[in-house]
């Protein structure tokens, strides 16, 4: 059963802005970390950001100038919005819910895939001109 639903994705081009959702009907996502992930095709998993329980938030060293992570308790959505996109961007996103080992501080444990229990099936973003 599927727990956690991405959406957004799709085809844009170089430059332009994207803002992902990952919602779930099944739990509250600000009682848990979430996290957001990118696969492209094979690769592995990359963590890009997370927000904590507590709002606070981390990025990818190489990404965090381009996105923002926030969360909508009342629409019980997280977001991701990815700014001037790049062809090397194409991926899978994904969120996850972290599990009970994924505890604050979290040095650099936020972007280990490990570390969730809970993801959802992804969204596609594909960058190309």
């Known amino acids: 059963q599927v727990q956690l639903v991405e959406s957004g994705g799709g085809l844009v081009r170089p430059g332009d802005s994207l803002t992902l959702s990952c919602t779930s009907s099944?739990?509250?996502?600000?009682?848990?970390?979430i996290g957001w992930f990118r696969r492209a095709p094979g690769g592995d998993p990359e963590g890009i950001s997370c927000?904590?329980?507590?709002?606070?938030?981390y990025y990818s060293d190489s990404l965090k100038d381009r996105l923002t992570i926030s969360r909508d308790a009342v629409k019980n959505t997280v977001y991701l919005h990815l700014r001037n996109l790049e062809p090397e961007d194409t991926a899978s996103y994904h969120c996850?819910?972290?599990?009970?080992?994924?505890?604050?501080?979290?040095?650099?444990?936020?972007?280990?895939?490990?570390?969730?229990?809970?993801w959802g099936q992804g969204t596609q973003v594909t960058v190309a001109s």
């Open positions: 927000i904590s329980r507590a709002g606070n938030t």
């Open positions: 996850a819910k972290g599990s009970e080992y994924l505890v604050e501080p979290f040095g650099k444990s936020w972007s280990r895939y490990h570390r969730y229990d809970q």
């Open positions: 099944e739990f509250a996502l600000d009682r848990y970390h």
